[in-house]
C-alpha cells in the first residue's frame, strides 16, 4: 500500500512571504500522480496542483509550484507571496491506475498566514 | 469545471435510525465515485470506489453493510448509513471521476461534503 507523509502538523507564515510545505510518499509504482489540495474552513477540497511522475519537469500554477524529486520520493510545496486567503488545510495526496484511480492522502499540513 | 454537489449538507438523526446521503455530478458522467470519511482535523478516509452499475469495492475495515453504497447512473452516487449510532458521526465527502475529452481521467472533483451528526 502506499503511504503519504507529512510532518508538518502546523505552519504559520507572514503574509507575502515564502513556505514550503513537504510531502514524502513511499510506493513501489512507477507510473503514478501527485497532487496538493487545500481544504480552506468551508471543508470543500480545492485542487491547488497536480504532477505526473513521468514528467520530469515541475509543476507551476501561478504563486504554487512543486519540487519533484521522484528517487526520493518526495514533492514538497512551495507557495509564493503567500496571501490571508491560503489559510487552510494542505492535503498532499498519491494516486495511481488502480483501485480507479483512488486518492491517498497525507495527514495534512494547517498552514496559518498572518498580517 | 465540474461540479459535485452532496445533499444533504448537514443531518442530525436519532441513533438507530438510516441516513442517506445523495452525490451528484451535475455537468459531467462519472465514470466512478469515491466516498470518504474525514473525523474532525483529520484527513481523509476513502470508504470505498464505486462504478456505475456495479457493486461498490469497499476499503478493508469498512463495514459494507452499514455503509450502503449505491451508483444506479452515471451522475449518482448514494451512502446510505443504516442504523447509524453516535461513532459515525462524521464529515463524508464524495468525489467523482470522470472520461472524457474535456475532463482529464485522472481528475477528482469533490463535493462540498455532509456533516452527519448522530444523537
Known amino acids: 500500500a502506499q503511504t503519504v507523509t507529512q510532518s508538518q502538523p502546523e505552519m504559520s507564515v507572514q503574509e507575502a512571504e515564502t513556505v514550503t510545505l513537504s510531502c514524502t510518499y513511499d510506493?513501489?509504482?512507477?507510473?503514478?500522480?501527485l497532487f496538493w489540495y487545500k481544504q480552506p474552513p468551508s471543508r470543500q477540497m480545492i485542487l491547488v496542483i497536480r504532477q505526473e511522475a513521468y514528467k520530469q519537469q515541475n509543476a507551476t500554477e501561478n504563486r504554487f509550484s512543486v519540487n519533484f524529486q521522484k528517487a526520493a520520493k518526495s514533492f514538497s510545496l512551495k507557495i509564493s507571496d503567500s496571501q490571508l486567503g491560503d489559510t487552510a488545510m494542505y492535503f498532499c495526496?498519491?494516486?495511481?491506475?488502480?483501485?480507479?484511480?483512488?486518492?491517498?492522502f497525507g495527514k495534512g499540513t494547517s498552514l496559518l498566514v498572518t498580517p | 469545471g465540474a461540479v459535485v454537489s452532496q445533499h444533504p449538507s448537514w443531518v442530525i438523526c436519532k441513533s438507530g435510525t438510516s441516513v442517506k446521503i445523495e452525490c451528484r455530478s451535475l455537468d459531467f458522467q462519472a465514470t466512478t465515485m469515491f466516498w470518504y470519511r474525514q473525523f474532525p482535523k483529520q484527513s481523509l478516509m476513502l470508504m470505498a470506489t464505486?462504478?456505475?452499475?456495479?457493486?461498490?469495492?469497499?476499503e478493508q475495515g469498512v463495514e459494507k453493510d452499514k455503509f450502503l453504497i449505491n451508483h444506479a447512473s452515471l451522475t449518482l452516487s448514494t451512502l446510505t448509513v443504516t442504523s447509524a449510532h453516535p461513532e459515525d458521526s462524521s464529515f463524508y465527502i464524495c468525489s467523482a471521476r470522470g472520461d472524457s475529452a474535456r475532463i482529464s481521467y485522472n481528475e477528482q472533483f469533490f463535493g462540498p461534503g455532509t456533516r452527519l451528526t448522530v444523537l
Open positions: 495526496a498519491f494516486m495511481k491506475q488502480g483501485r480507479g484511480y483512488a486518492l491517498n
Open positions: 464505486s462504478n456505475e452499475g456495479s457493486k461498490a469495492t469497499y
Open positions: 510506493t513501489s509504482e512507477s507510473n503514478y500522480y
